[in-house]
């Protein structure tokens, strides 16, 4: 099914005819219909699935609906029709569906009313132009012939995989429970599943029942037929009754199975989490030590110390050193002489050569003595006489090495390297110990959960060992049912036959039942093969639209087509993961991306609200794939949703663009237009 063409009138804000082209080409999929909240772009959609499957509810809703429907300045101006045509191909036919609510004129719209309403669906005719397919009267009961048709198409209950609010798509992000089977049903619709599902039925209670009928007829010995008839339809109830109690169990056996799967996830975290604390402690007791003798703070500060004592002793040393090479280099005695002899002339009057020593050869002498006792001379004087004194002090005391610095060195060398040895395995053990009560304070689990997801497991354990138990006895009184059914048949195929027309239908009989087994066994295999199938698919969308790929690895569908995340710590199921708004649209968008990829339909998707509460990187994403869905995609956006970048992101994938928005002359209409310059393309985009 691809629609080329709708054709709108007098429906809820569309005032008389609106037609509106929607062919696309099969490299341009895509047709994008924007337009400002209440000009109607709800109502469009709502328009093609009225077209197609009239409105949902019961009677009162329906008319009430239908009521709504009516355009309300057609319905002051005159009796007339409400309608919407939907041209499509399908099948390489062409098809034209109209559907039509009649109505009276009224002076007050708020009193409008509809007569009548129907469905005709037609198909050009080289002679006639059109040829009537359903032509239904008002009268006539709409339904069983059109929905024949329809069904043969696009089934409703398959519909909401094509037709859907991206806003309203949380229900397919989820687990379907008992009361939501009409979205399993869905599911099994569009994958060809529910088909096949009928041509059981029908083979059972259509084909073998039937013939079972003729069968009694023309038998000679009716009532003991009748009676292993009845006997073989009782066993064969009993039959079906153990395996909807069998499959209910293992429906249990395999929430709870994954249920423990999960506490055990959750029990290995915590596990993990045990470890963690563990090791913390070892490494707190590894720095700080058990008691005051040991740990590696402990050998620090000895080592420190050794460090401070070798310092004490380098200093003592390195002085030793310098005095030994002043006194060994360094002859002070002549400097000793010459003051001495200086002192002795200055307290006589004459020279040692006789000489008188005048005032002035007095002051020379005392200038010379002066500065005998200044220069450098006499300060190295001082040093030797200091270093002299240190090296009786250091030969005296405990070094044994006398004056062995190299040694010395070598031990602090030595030390100073244990020190930053120590200093470099702390802060080691200290970064280790924060990277682990991090991950410890992040822990979705703590150890004290534990113990109470241990009870939860063991509860399970047992639940889990008697729903086993339960299902092997369920299949051997199943195995013995059938087996007596077996032998109730083998007795009827015994019996002869009274004629050719009774043995005709009891072979048409049973080759009923063994098609219909057949065709289980078939529905069986093709069901988990679609599974697998869309599963795959559905999975690798989710990692091209999602923007956690460090946290997410896909999708899992179950049996029951419930789906699961996959992160890096598990499989969670949705509830449980608890997904934002945002990430639940892209979970559903890869489910329906899945299920389109597999379908049995042909059909165009069409969405409206496509973006809704998507982040930007959301957005981008699901903008690249919207051309991959199908081979037509209508999208019906409001400002704010689309903006220039995401049309030229969207680029030649679009066919048309198309603006919904108000009538000139009637600010309460509404029509379709094509958007043909940017200033248009600007003024639909703007919020």
């Known amino acids: 099914m691809k629609v080329q063409k709708a054709i709108i009138k007098n429906f809820m804000p569309f005032y008389k005819e609106v037609p509106v082209d929607l062919q696309t080409s099969s490299d341009s999929p895509l047709i994008l219909m924007g337009g400002k909240n209440d000009r109607g772009k709800t109502a469009f959609f709502t328009a093609m699935r009225f077209c197609l499957y009239g409105f949902e509810g019961g009677n009162a809703e329906k008319s009430k609906k239908r009521r ?31 559907r039509v609510i009649e109505f009276d004129q009224v002076d007050d719209p708020d009193e409008r009313d509809w007569n009548s309403c129907y469905v005709n669906v037609k198909k050009p005719s080289v002679s006639e132009g059109k040829e009537t397919v359903i032509d239904q009267a008002p009268n006539e009961d709409p339904a069983k012939k059109y929905n024949r048709f329809i069904n043969g198409i696009l089934p409703e209950s398959a519909s909401d995989f094509f037709f859907f609010d991206g806003e309203e798509l949380d229900r397919y992000a989820g687990s379907y429970n008992d009361s939501e089977a009409d979205v399993r049903e869905a599911i099994e619709t569009v994958l060809g599943i529910r088909e096949i599902q009928n041509a059981i039925h029908d083979l059972k209670d259509e ?49 709870k199975e994954k249920r423990r799967s999960q506490i055990e996830d959750d029990l290995a975290e915590a596990s993990g989490v045990a470890g963690k604390q563990d090791r913390v402690n070892e490494i707190k007791e590894e720095i700080e030590g058990k008691g005051q ?73 005392e200038n010379t003595l002066e500065q005998l006792r200044n220069d450098e001379m006499s300060t190295i004087s001082e040093l030797q006489g200091f270093a002299s004194d240190h090296l009786d002090c250091l030969t005296s005391g405990d070094y044994p090495e006398n004056l062995n610095v190299n040694q010395a060195k070598s031990e602090y060398v030595s030390i100073q390297e244990d020190i930053e040895g120590l200093e ?60 007596q059914k077996r032998e109730l048949e083998q007795t009827v195929n015994s019996m002869e036959a009274a004629d050719e027309e009774e043995q005709r239908y009891r072979t048409l009989m ?35 639209l999602t923007n956690k790929n460090d946290v997410y690895e896909g999708l899992t569908i179950s049996k029951d087509y419930e789906l699961d995340v996959k992160t890096i710590s598990g499989d969670r199921d949705i509830e ?43 957005k981008e994403n699901l903008i690249d794939y919207f051309p991959n869905f199908r081979d037509q995609v209508i999208i019906l956006y409001q400002p704010g949703e689309i903006d220039e970048e995401d049309i030229e992101q969207m680029g030649d994938n679009i066919s048309s663009h198309l603006e919904i928005h108000q009538r000139d002359d009637d600010p309460e209409s509404s029509e379709v237009s094509p958007i043909e ?3 248009e393309l600007r003024r639909v985009l703007a919020k």
């Not at 709504?68 to 036919?93: C, D, M, P, W, Y």
């Not at 057949?518 to 529905?523: D, M, V, Y």
């Open 68 to 98: 709504q429907a009516i355009n309300r300045k057609a319905a002051k101006e005159g009796l007339g029709e409400a309608s919407v045509t939907l041209e499509f191909t399908h099948n390489q036919n062409v098809y034209e569906i109209e």
């Open 207 to 255: 084909g073998k029942d039937y013939y079972q009928d003729e069968w009694k007829n023309k038998a000679e010995d009716v009532e003991e037929l009748q009676g292993l008839s009845e006997d073989i339809s009782s066993v064969q109830s009993d039959i079906e009754a153990k395996k909807t109690e069998k499959n209910s169990a293992k429906t249990k056996l395999r929430k």
């Open 293 to 365: 003798d040991d740990g590696l703070k402990h050998d620090l500060d000895e080592k420190r110390g050794e460090r401070r004592e070798l310092h004490s002793r380098l200093g003592p040393l390195m002085i030793g050193i310098g005095a030994k090479h002043a006194i060994d280099n360094y002859d002070v005695s002549i400097v000793s002489g010459m003051e001495d002899t200086i002192e002795y002339l200055l307290d006589r009057d004459d020279c040692l050569c006789g000489a008188d020593i005048d005032e002035d050869a007095e002051e020379t002498l």
């Open 424 to 483: 470099e395995d702390i802060n080691d053990l200290e970064d280790e110990k924060e990277t682990l009560e991090g991950e410890i304070e992040e822990a979705t689990v703590t150890a004290e959960e534990a113990e109470s997801l241990r009870d939860t497991k063991e509860t399970l354990d047992e639940e889990i060992g008697g729903l086993k138990t339960t299902i092997k006895d369920l299949d051997e009184k199943i195995d013995e049912l059938e087996e």
């Open 510 to 544: 049973k080759l009923s039942d063994e098609c219909a087994d057949a065709w289980e066994e078939i529905r069986d295999r093709y069901v988990e093969t679609q599974r697998e199938s869309v599963e795959k698919h559905a999975s690798k969308i989710f990692q091209e």
């Open 576 to 618: 449980e993961q608890n997904p934002s708004k945002g990430a639940r649209q892209i979970i559903a968008y890869s489910f329906i991306a899945g299920l389109n990829k597999f379908t049995a339909r042909e059909a165009p998707v069409v969405i409206d609200t496509p973006i809704g509460r998507l982040d930007p990187e959301h």
């Open 677 to 679: 310059s940017e200033t």
